[in-house]
């Protein structure tokens, strides 16, 4: 927690929230907003952040991230992905819960809860839908919901069975908690390691069809009608999965959808180098998915962009696309990278972006100030004080050795990328500042 | 290899990064090593000095010998190196083994790897030059320039020409079937592109199950799932082999009605051209894609396609590594063999 008598002052920006845009300083004092106005006077003792020509936002909420503790350390822990987190504009993560041990007793969770207490933004978890994300015997969600897990998914692996998602569905709606679904057939994608098409015949890879996703969802949107529960499904990756969500949507389901950055920009064209960085679950589709992803956040089928932050160590990754790990580093270049993929010819605003980034995923891991919480703004006198500021014409280079993960593996190594968060309050606490972590 | 734009001709990586250009070089220099290979003594100075190494992470005896033969040949040091069977099994990375292997100073690499791309990998973290002798179901390019440098030499030799005086004129419209598992063939992956780089007219002949699921893109005159119907029709009818120890059985209700359909039965060569040839890549599965009888006919090329492998290589190690890179330096170093 932040010291209760601490004072920041963050001028000369544009406050961006649900509310609109406006011209503001934000002042934040004892964790929480105070003043939101044109021209405040720094009061004696306040740390003034300077945010000329920078966006103002509520903190960034990433309801899709690995961070790996407990059990593969090496990789990331609650800390490091905490710190990669702020650097990145986040004030909320939602850790997956595929660690080992996986979070499917209340122990775990307790553990990856306690550890991030003191981490650099909010950290919650979700728990298991199943056992040991086994798919078969469900995991213990009431006592999990009772330590305020409100997201249960077996992430790294979709439920296969129709019949074990279905009691999940029905158990989770007394519950009052949200199912979330990696949507993956394994009997039709089995030993894929990219998307199945034009490169994975040529390349000789064997490939995962848009089918092994599509028919998940298409099973899913039918158990959401059947059990009137609630659904998320994870990291689309193709048209056909956005369209299958826009006619759940339409038919009035309670189902929600999350996008990735890097499903929103790169295709399985960079696979030609067999490069495992570019490795990852769901994999890269074609530029027409691509495109048909983009269109979803426009036309508000996609809820979230998560950046299913996935870290691995060099050795997971310097060996055959084969052998490799799948996943991509993301907390870090998640809003630069969604920024430029979505404001261009999109029709969208910066200001529709960072919904995509904080209030709606807010909303949809129930961090949002309805359900009790603190994220997702808006930034106003009493709201709680997490905050992104964002310099949208900063161009920076990504060099993985100076990102705060304790992994490497960012497909943007060496790209130039327009955008970066400058400072990051967290309740009050200036975290980041001036693109440095300040603990 | 200068025709060679993809990796700045460092390495042997895909038939693409040779181009028609690339191709046509290494056949031209590999009709000088086959005339080597005649000699008593089938030995030439021309890489005398520098190491080859082999690394086979996937068994390969034929592919192997065939490499080591060619090195040894242009009197290269040639080590040896099973990846299998020592540091992997020990928990070593590729990336270790492959540095380790460089760090004994090795000017050349060639890498045989039961997954797609490792060559391209190996590439990225080593010096020397990478061939690529065969990568799970993606690329086996040295065996697609043996199999175009068998059919250049046939015809000829069937038109009483002079291979050196031939280019690649004799793969114009050379209607060419691929019969079997393209789909988890690193054989069709070269060869489909090699041979119709070179301007041959390329069908493939194989159940749906066997196709890879996209054909975007590949350079095919058709494809077909008759295999009858093609026969008549071809000039050379390729046959790849049925990878039943991958699990190729899989995608089929069984061999026998593989054979049935696919097979080259002694029927079914019967409808063949007269002049028309019969390719596989080795080690035929008698009896499944090709019928005993048929793999011992006088226009099957089967061994004169190993035979042609040696040269072949040679080529491509002595383009890689040799001073020069025209076909006339290749000339004058074997001239000076005799010493």
Redesign the interface.
């Known amino acids: 927690m932040s010291e209760p008598a601490l004072t920041v002052l963050v001028r000369g920006g544009t406050v961006v929230d649900e509310l609109g845009e406006r011209r503001a300083d934000v002042l934040v004092r004892g964790g929480a907003v105070v003043e939101v106005d044109n021209a405040l006077d720094a009061p004696s003792g306040a740390t003034v952040l300077d945010a000329g020509g920078c966006l103002v936002s509520p903190g960034l909420v990433d309801i899709h991230v690995h961070l790996r503790q407990p059990g593969m350390e090496e990789a990331e822990t609650v800390e490091s992905g905490s710190r990669a987190a702020a650097l990145g504009g986040f004030t909320a993560v939602l850790a997956m819960p595929n660690t080992d041990p996986p979070v499917d007793s209340a122990a775990v969770a307790g553990e990856v809860l306690s550890l991030g207490a003191s981490a650099l933004c909010r950290v919650s978890v979700a728990g298991a839908i199943t056992v040991g994300r086994a798919g078969e015997r469900l995991a213990p969600m009431g006592e999990l919901a009772a330590l305020g897990v409100r997201v249960f998914t077996d992430d790294g692996a979709g439920v296969q069975d129709a019949g074990v998602m279905r009691r999940a569905l029905e158990y989770a709606r007394g519950l009052g908690v949200t199912l979330a679904q990696h949507c993956e057939l394994s009997s039709l994608a089995d030993g894929g390691l990219m998307h ?3 490169w ?8 995962v ?1 848009a089918e092994a996703e599509e028919l998940m969802v298409a099973r899913d949107v039918a158990l959401a009608r059947l059990t009137g529960a609630r659904v998320h499904f994870l990291h689309l990756s193709t048209a056909g999965s956005a369209a299958l969500v826009a006619q759940a949507k339409q038919e009035g389901l309670a189902v929600s959808a999350e996008v990735t950055p890097h499903h929103l920009t790169l295709t399985d064209a960079e696979l030609e ?4 960085l570019y490795k990852v679950n769901p994999p890269l589709r074609r530029a027409a998915d691509v495109s048909a992803l983009r269109a979803g956040c426009a036309a508000g089928t996609i809820d979230a962009v998560a950046s299913d932050h996935a870290p691995h160590p060099p ?1 997971a990754k ?6 490799a790990a799948p996943g991509m580093l993301g907390l870090e270049t998640a809003l630069a990278v969604t920024m430029g993929a979505l404001t261009d010819g999109t029709g969208m605003s910066a200001r529709d972006v960072l919904a995509l980034m904080s209030w709606r995923p807010a909303r949809v891991a129930g961090m949002a100030a309805e359900h009790g919480g603190d994220q997702g703004g808006p930034i106003q006198p009493g709201a709680a004080a997490n905050l992104c500021v964002f310099d949208p014409a900063r161009e920076w280079e990504v060099d993985p050795a100076r990102l705060a993960s304790r992994s490497r593996n960012t497909p943007w190594a060496g790209r130039t990328l327009r955008g970066r968060v400058r400072h990051t309050i967290y309740r009050g606490e200036p975290v980041v500042i001036d693109g440095a972590a300040q603990r | 290899m200068s025709g060679a734009p993809a990796n700045g001709g460092r390495h042997l990586l895909s038939v693409g990064d040779l181009g028609a250009e690339g191709i046509e070089e290494v056949l031209r220099v590999a009709d000088a090593f086959v005339e080597v290979g005649r000699r008593p003594i089938p030995k030439v100075p021309a890489l005398r000095g520098r190491t080859v190494v082999t690394l086979f992470a996937e068994e390969s005896t034929r592919t192997r010998l065939s490499f080591e033969t060619a090195a040894r040949r242009l009197s290269a040091d040639v080590l040896s190196f099973s990846v299998e069977r020592s540091s992997v099994k020990k928990g070593e990375s590729l990336r270790d083994t492959v540095e380790t292997v460089a760090a004994m100073g090795v000017d050349a690499m060639v890498v045989r790897h039961p997954a797609a791309g490792a060559p391209h990998q190996v590439a990225r973290w080593v010096d020397a030059a990478v061939i690529n002798a065969g990568d799970g179901w993606h690329e086996h390019p040295t065996q697609a320039l043996l199999d175009c440098y068998t059919i250049r030499q046939v015809l000829a030799e069937r038109a009483g020409l002079d291979l050196s005086s031939c280019g690649t004129e004799c793969f114009g419209g050379l209607r060419v079937a691929v019969v079997g598992d393209i789909r988890h063939s690193r054989v069709a992956r070269s060869g489909v592109w090699a041979l119709a780089a070179l301007g041959a007219r390329v069908t493939l002949v194989a159940p749906g199950s066997l196709l890879p699921s996209s054909l975007e893109g590949w350079p095919l005159d058709g494809v077909s799932h008759d295999l009858d119907a093609v026969l008549g029709a071809v000039d050379v009818c390729y046959l790849l082999r049925l990878q039943i120890e991958r699990g190729a059985g899989a995608f089929l209700p069984s061999l026998r009605e593989y054979s049935a359909g696919y097979g080259l039965t002694a029927r079914r060569a019967a409808l063949l051209a007269e002049h028309a040839l019969v390719m596989h890549p080795g080690p035929m599965n008698r009896g499944i894609e090709i019928a005993d009888d048929v793999a011992d006919l006088p226009r099957s090329l089967v061994l004169r396609q190993v035979r042609n492998g040696v040269a072949v290589r040679m080529a491509v190690l002595f383009l890689l590594l040799g001073s020069g890179t025209a076909a006339a330096d290749a000339g004058e170093l074997i001239g000076a063999a005799g010493e």
């Not at chain 1, 180098?273 to 495992?276: A, I, N, T």
Request: glycine share 14%; no cysteine; proline share 13%.
């Open positions: 199945e098409g034009e994975s015949s040529r390349l000789g890879v064997p490939g069809p180098s067999y490069d495992p050795e310097e060996t055959t696309l084969e052998a």
